[in-house]
């Protein structure tokens, strides 16, 4: 094969398609990027067997023909080129980088080791890219990052009777965001590793999800995502969410998340943030034995059968939960110092954070 | 202003005198710790110029009576940390810098257990009843200051350093005797008659700038006039809580392992929770004739102290390590390190509720509840009143505790 494009248009298709190329592989040829021409395009697909990603561009085609060519290397290399046209030529041991002066040779990895892609028509919802973008920001957050619980790992989808449900938990906090109108078929545990990629490899206005016996498969005008489903049973959440809150509190979302970072400062490691929820608003505290404390009081809507009610949260799951609120405020409601309680934007709203205390 | 409160603890010859507790015809004679070279000396040998480290023959040479012994490192550290579980209860600020020494601070405990000194008489007796072990602790208003006192005390003494009198104690020492100048150092010193630390201390600082270097000289000239700004780095005591049982010729029977096994957790979990701290890894030792020994370990997401989860992990980590063994086992072993203290505990959602190794679990909590009811009635009536519960012969079988605990909510 032998193409010419534009730096940037090739920097572009390669380095979004190497985003699902890792690290570490278990097999050495998914360290490369599969590059294929035909016609007028150039097709490049890098994965790593749960996640797969496929961008294409148009270039000006030599020769056709497709080669596997290790995947960093490749776009570090075309990105680093002088701006305007590179040349990308294959033969049988070499690929040639060049364009303006530079020169780069490298080695191919061998194609026919390259896991074959089975094709897959697009077919599915549209969904706002935008929207979808955002609701995997507010999801992903809450899903684990423990190998040791794969399940967890995942962000459920599911219809519900708005459109679709998305939901991850690492079994300390649960987000929670339905998507309206988007009429999605099945059921599926995503792995949010790979739909963290989503954005960043084939965002776009417009995204077409689907979800199919094995895989969920996102395709807009940029290129194709292609996760491979969690096997097993996502825990049964419904029952987790409580269905009343005897004390509740509305706070300014920007003031909460300042003070949040006031906190922080102080609770490093697992120390506690305690809430105070009190007429008036509410009171934040944390200290800390060896080195201080902070303390404040910021003003909001407090209703509850209690005069006060405290209750005390991880700082870093705290601050997540709130900062993936959308709006001006942040309601909490609580049962008690054991029991979750419950972060929302106060309206009956898309998106809720689950959130189970620290017991001190 | 009351007595200076930093403390340095030092156990006297640690491993000579480990060798003379176990073995009682060594006391009063002179000890060498180490075959080939000397790792440690008994006073009893030191008197007799023996230093360490020194080629055992040497030391002969010098002490042609002394008893050369191998050493028994796994007791070593086993008394180290009953040791520093010691000092812990002293004071939380704890930083050990050795396996037989430490700083402590005291001053939030004297409120509690009265003047450092009382504090320090308490440590050396409680070393030496329940351990068996002399130690040594200087007491004064800097680290660097309490390392020389402790020095100056031993054998099995303590120093008090009083406020105001510090420079009076520190200037008439040889320079030796400051933390950081070995003999190369003093060699130096001496060339231009500095004997003493007063005499450090009356020349300027920077006089030594080029002979030991502007850092050190710098340094020296500070700690001279005992300024040692280093306060004592609490919490950072890596360490762990161990126990092990020996078990004669040995067993093969899974389920009598277990019984051990459940013995252990029982003794851990009672330790670290007594010290209010947890452990996120858990280490197994299983000992077999050879001697052979395979160790086994596994690190939890979050920390525990859970009597249930600590026999649940460690019979998990005997059967991997047993597998495929046909000798008996003859030694079983569990420590738990990646110590922290457990003030906080994230609870879960009711996921995995079941699951005793989840921290904050649903199952975790009763676990704990039930743990806390057992210490309680230990703690009241005595340790033997409760044994756990795959032991029926020796007592109140607790699974009947446990189901009233987890009933009670």
């Not at chain 1, 021409?37 to 030599?62: F, I, K, N, P, Q």
């Not at chain 2, 073995?23 to 004679?29: A, V």
């Not at chain 2, 350093?161 to 030796?176: N, S």
Request: hydrophobic share 40%; proline share 5%; with cysteine.
């Amino acid at each position: 094969m032998r193409i010419r494009a534009q730096r940037d248009d090739l920097a572009d298709v390669l380095t979004r398609a190497n985003r699902a190329v890792g690290a570490r592989t278990a097999l050495p040829v998914l360290q490369g990027l599969l590059c294929e021409v035909a016609g007028t395009t150039l097709r490049v697909t890098g994965t790593d067997l749960d996640v797969t990603v496929r961008t294409s561009a148009e270039v000006e085609v030599m020769e056709e023909g497709r080669a596997v060519i290790p995947g960093r290397l490749l776009s570090e290399a075309v990105r680093k080129m002088p701006t305007g046209s590179v040349t990308i030529g294959v033969s049988d041991t070499d690929i040639e980088i060049q364009g303006n002066g530079p020169r780069f040779t490298l080695r191919p990895l061998t194609v026919d080791d390259f896991p074959v892609q089975e094709d897959v028509v697009a077919d599915g919802v549209e969904v706002d890219g935008e929207e979808l973008a955002e609701a995997i920001g507010q999801v992903t957050i809450a899903a684990s990052g423990d190998g040791a619980r794969p399940i967890l790992g995942g962000v459920l989808f599911e219809s519900s009777d708005s459109g679709l449900r998305m939901v991850a938990t690492d079994s300390y906090r649960l987000a929670k965001r339905e998507l309206r109108g988007v009429g999605l078929e099945g059921t599926g545990l995503v792995p949010a590793r790979g739909l963290r990629e989503l954005p960043r490899s084939i965002g776009a206005a417009k995204v077409t999800a689907q979800l199919r016996e094995r895989e969920a498969v996102f395709t807009s005008d940029k290129g194709m995502l292609r996760l491979r489903l969690i096997d097993g049973n996502f825990p049964k959440y419904q029952s987790l969410l409580p269905e009343s809150y005897p004390s509740q509190v509305v706070i300014d979302k920007d003031v909460l998340l300042d003070a949040l970072g006031r906190v922080t400062l102080v609770a490093e490691d697992h120390i506690p943030v305690r809430l105070k929820l009190m007429e008036g608003g509410v009171e934040v505290a944390v200290t800390r034995q060896d080195v201080g404390g902070e303390t404040e009081h910021l003003p909001g809507v407090f209703e509850g059968a209690e005069d006060e009610v405290s209750i005390a949260f991880n700082p870093r799951y705290l601050q997540d939960g709130v900062t993936a609120i959308h709006g001006d405020s942040v309601r909490i409601r609580v049962i008690d110092a054991f029991k979750p309680s419950v972060i929302d934007s106060g309206a009956e709203d898309e998106f809720l954070y689950l959130l189970m205390p620290v017991r001190v | 202003m009351g007595e200076p409160t930093i403390l340095h603890a030092d156990l006297d010859a640690f491993y000579a005198s480990v060798e003379q507790m176990l073995d009682p015809s060594l006391k009063g004679r002179p000890v060498l710790v180490g075959v080939g070279i000397v790792l440690a000396a008994s006073y009893e040998a030191r008197a007799h110029g023996v230093r360490s480290p020194m080629p055992t023959r040497d030391a002969l040479r010098l002490c042609p009576d002394a008893v050369v012994v191998h050493g028994h490192f796994e007791k070593y550290l086993d008394l180290s940390s009953q040791v520093m579980e010691v000092l812990e209860d002293a004071s939380p600020i704890i930083e050990q810098i050795s396996i037989d020494e430490a700083f402590l601070d005291v001053r939030g405990s004297t409120h509690l257990l009265g003047t450092p000194s009382t504090i320090a008489r308490c440590i050396r007796a409680r070393v030496a009843d329940e351990i068996g072990l002399p130690i040594s602790i200087g007491i004064a208003s800097t680290k660097f200051l309490a390392k020389i006192a402790s020095a100056r005390a031993k054998p099995g003494g303590l120093v008090v350093v009083p406020f105001g009198a510090e420079l009076d104690f520190l200037h008439p020492l040889p320079v030796e005797a400051m933390w950081g100048v070995g003999r190369v150092t003093a060699a130096n010193l001496h060339r231009y008659g500095i004997m003493t630390i007063g005499d450090l201390a009356a020349v300027p600082s920077g006089a030594f700038s080029s002979s030991l270097g502007p850092g050190a000289s710098g340094a020296l000239h500070a700690l001279s006039w005992n300024r040692d700004p280093r306060v004592v780095r609490g919490g950072r005591r890596a360490g762990s809580i161990g126990s092990q049982q020996a078990l004669g010729r040995g067993l093969t029977d899974p389920d009598e392992l277990a019984v051990v096994v459940l013995g252990l957790a029982d003794r851990i979990g009672r330790r670290a929770r007594k010290k209010g701290r947890s452990g996120s890894t858990l280490t197994l030792r299983a000992r077999f004739p050879g001697p052979r020994v395979l160790s086994r370990s596994h690190t939890l997401s979050s920390p525990t102290s859970s009597t249930a989860a600590l026999a649940e992990l460690g019979g998990a980590l005997l059967r991997r390590a047993i597998e495929g063994e046909s000798e008996p086992v003859t030694l079983v072993g569990m420590s738990l390190s990646n110590l922290s203290t457990d003030d906080y505990l994230q609870l879960e959602l009711e996921i995995d509720a079941g699951d005793v190794l989840r921290a904050g679990s649903t199952l975790d909590l009763k676990r704990r509840a039930l743990d806390v009811s057992v210490d309680e009635i230990r703690e009241r009536f005595g340790r033997d009143l409760l044994k756990l519960g795959s032991a029926p012969e020796r007592g109140v079988a607790p699974e009947e505790f446990r189901r009233l605990a987890e009933h009670s909510d």
